[in-house]
């Protein structure tokens, strides 16, 4: 039976001629997702922000949009967003924190604001999730995820600073920044909603980013014992080339699953599921085009002795011929 391959074996594409398009590409991208980041501005959700997400279903099966949005006006202070999603009939409803002198008045506002929500709305819409995040919580919930990120990069450093030379340590550092960047400039282009799931997202990213560049790496380090002679980019395409099918193997498994959680995962992990997506693609992108080029900028250098495996085998020296029989024999060694 004929195996089915993806890549075919013995590949010898050359992926480090491209890395003079790579990094200005990488680098244009990085830039627009720090604009995005300052300028558009991320849709943050009620986890970092605080206030109350409502999410209704119509009992009919249609949902009458402008109806709701002009029913929610006058039920809580402050701007209220209300949006329609799904094919059922669905709609979210979401406003921030009510104003109160206290924080026993701010959260008793809230919990009025909620009720007359229930009120108006019960008669014609089943209540199907209702999530209540205080500044407090909010405020912690920021502090924690952004630790969580920062402790991750550091772990990261660490972890290949003992395992490898520091060029590879530096250069996973920079191919994980580089998704970082990018997967925030993603949720600031798409408006996705940024909440605890998408802190889960960035850090699976994140993970599965280092494993990719991990394995490129360690037959990078393989096949610097074996070839000393060889070109340092053609010694790292030759390391790609050999994971190649390995990694896209993977990519393909990894992006089937989260399509099936985009397409039935529903609207609570889309941000999750959409964002895992992106990452998956640029997370194998940076471990081939932006990783391994980065160590021939930091100097990597293949050494110039050829191990005995490579050596060339000495060729024989011919044995002489024996003298015909009758001639002068060779005087014995004194």
Not at 52 to 79: F, S
Not at 140 to 157: D, K, P, R, W, Y
């Amino acid at each position: 039976m004929k195996l089915l391959r993806i890549v075919p074996d013995n590949t010898k594409f050359g992926f480090m001629r491209f890395r003079r398009v790579s990094f200005p590409f990488s680098a244009f991208l990085s830039l627009g997702a720090v604009l995005c980041f300052f300028f558009v501005s991320m849709n943050f959700g009620i986890d970092f922000t605080g206030g109350t997400l409502i999410e209704m279903q119509a009992r009919a099966g249609k949902v009458d949009i402008a109806a709701v949005r002009e029913a929610a006006t006058d039920l809580a202070h402050g701007e209220i967003e209300v949006q329609e999603f799904g094919e059922k009939g669905e709609v979210s409803i979401r406003f921030g924190l009510q104003p109160g002198n206290t924080q026993q008045e701010r959260e008793r506002a809230q919990q009025a604001a909620m009720e007359r929500f229930k009120a108006t709305f019960d008669k014609d819409y089943e209540f199907r999730r209702v999530e209540v995040v205080g500044p407090r919580v909010s405020g912690e919930l920021v502090q924690t995820g952004t630790i969580g990120v920062v402790l991750s990069i550091l772990a990261v450093l660490v972890y290949l600073w003992f395992r490898f030379e520091w060029e590879f340590a530096v250069a996973a550092v920079i191919a994980t920044m580089h998704d970082l960047v990018l997967t925030i400039g993603f949720f600031a282009v798409t408006q996705l909603e940024f909440n605890m799931t998408s802190i889960a997202a960035i850090l699976t990213i994140v993970g599965y980013s280092l494993n990719d560049t991990v394995v490129v790496f360690d037959r990078i380090r393989e096949l610097l014992r074996k070839y000393k002679r060889m070109p340092t980019d053609e010694l790292l395409d030759l390391s790609i080339n050999s994971t190649l099918s390995r990694t896209v193997m993977t990519s393909v498994t990894t992006m089937l699953a989260l399509l099936a959680l985009v397409l039935f995962g529903g609207q609570v992990i889309a941000s999750f599921s959409y964002a895992m997506m992106f990452g998956v693609v640029i997370g194998t992108y940076s471990s081939i085009f932006i990783a391994a080029p980065v160590l021939i900028y930091l100097g990597l250098k293949v050494g110039h002795e050829a191990p005995a495996s490579d050596a060339a085998p000495a060729p024989a020296k011919p044995a002489r011929t024996a003298r015909r029989a009758g001639g002068p024999s060779e005087k014995p060694a004194q």
